[in-house]
């Protein structure tokens, strides 16, 4: 047993995240390059992804079987019990006794004072299994939907107000499930069918999005880096909500458009593909080695009509006001949409960023209406489901701004709505997407039109 084994790496990675509150996709990233196994790198994602996740459960499980407080023990005697847990309870592949002899060598060799305590609880986790007294889901809503799905019972509270049990019980068991990884085929240099073939003969199996007609899911792709199409720019990584945003924008070849907020670049260069690559974008983000990403992507796809420059979206200096007939406004949100895509994204929120965040997408959003030219269009997307920062949002700018007016999304989405909430809201110029009711990540788009 050594600290290099994919569970030893996992408890590393967990342990950086708890003391560092580092965030875990990078730190992933960095481990993943000194592994060499496939097999390896995917048990090393799946113990951190799934752990991390899952974590509010675990501790719940742990804790009946603990005489102690969990938070008592050491960082790394935690994510041990934890990870063998996750493993005891989630993942019946892994054999039980293997999960649990890992765990207890990985204590002996780091912490081992604490070998025979973290062995009986993980003999106990087993005999229980998934027998466990929940908290009253009738009595207790909030903290019952909290430990049984690990989600913060703030943000249960927050969506049990809003879309009621059960939904909110949707919501929460799908932001814990397995995440595709969606591709937007990159159709300056390609068209989805030829990217299949090549990506079957690089032996990646695919599914054609049903929503996108970019989009693709690659199954079990491991490192994409690797792939000469990824290499070749024959795709990018963008999830298929998310490629919605520049069918809604609409842009057409030879348009002057704004992205206000475009790093790391995704929607940016879904722009630049719709525009055939001709015209002009200009890209404004706020943190310079985010513009360096825009243009590693732009490049790598072999587009050249960006031109990424950093400044703050509210000032967005150097910009006339009334010059661009598109204007894309991607805002900063609490990323409460894309929770179960990034595992530790839950963790790291707090309620009261939720009650902040207007102000300052209300400010950019002002800022880059002024830059509409008359007849022009601008757009304002979310990658979040609270309505403090999207609808209350799109309400406030309407009433301070009467020359804009909402644009039905009807006729630029590129697949058909079937609920009536949805086609409602579309016809009124804004769509919410759900997790649990579209199988998109959490997405918000909004249109409008300057009349004057």
Known sequence: ??????????????????????????????????????????L?????????????????ALRLHLRTALSSLPHEVRWILRISAFQLLFLTKIPAPAAINEGVELTKLRQGKYTKLVNGVLHNVLETGWNIRWPNSKKEAARYLSVKYSHPEWMVKRWLKRYGFEE????????????????????????????????????????????????????????????????????????????????????????????????????????????????????????SHKIELIQQLAHRLGITIIRAQEGDARELRGVKDGSCPKVLVDAPCSGLGVIRRRADLRYHKAEEEIQKLPALQLEI????????????????????????????????????????????????????????????????????????????????????????
């Not at 481990?31 to 995917?42: S, T």
């Not at 090393?44 to 719940?60: A, P, Q, W």
């Open 168 to 287: 909110t019980e949707k919501l929460c068991s799908i932001n814990n499930e397995p995440v595709f990884l969606w591709i937007r085929t990159n159709t300056l240099k390609t068209t989805r069918e030829d990217l299949v073939q090549q990506l079957q003969e690089e032996g990646i199996q695919t599914q054609l999005g049903g929503r996108v007609p970019e989009s693709l899911i690659l199954e079990n792709p491991g490192s994409i880096e690797r792939l000469e199409s990824f290499q070749e720019g024959l795709f990018t990584v963008q999830d298929e909500s998310s490629q919605l945003v520049a069918h809604i924008l609409n842009p057409a070849p030879g348009d002057h458009v704004l992205d206000a907020c475009a790093a790391p670049g995704g929607k940016t260069t879904h722009i630049a593909q719709k525009m055939n690559d001709q015209g002009e974008i200009l890209a404004f983000d706020i943190h």
């Open 365 to 452: 959003l002002e800022r880059a209406a002024q830059c509409v030219s008359r007849g022009g269009e601008l757009v304002y997307s979310t990658c979040t489901i609270e309505p403090e920062e999207n609808f209350e949002v799109v309400k406030a700018f309407k009433t301070a701004h009467p020359e804009f007016k909402p644009v039905s999304l009807l006729d630029f989405l590129p697949f058909s709505l079937e609920d009536e909430r949805d086609i409602r809201q579309a016809e009124k110029g804004m769509l919410q997407i759900l997790p649990h009711r579209h199988g998109m990540d959490g997405f918000f788009i909004a249109k409008f039109q300057r009349e004057v």
């Open 1 to 42: 047993m050594n600290n290099f084994t994919p569970r030893g790496r996992a408890v590393r990675i967990l342990c950086r995240v708890d003391e560092e509150n580092a965030y875990v996709n990078l730190l992933l990233q960095k481990e993943l390059k000194e592994v060499r196994e496939g097999r390896d790198r995917q």
């Open 44 to 60: 090393i994602t799946m113990l951190v992804n799934g752990t991390l996740k899952n974590r509010l459960t675990l501790d719940y």
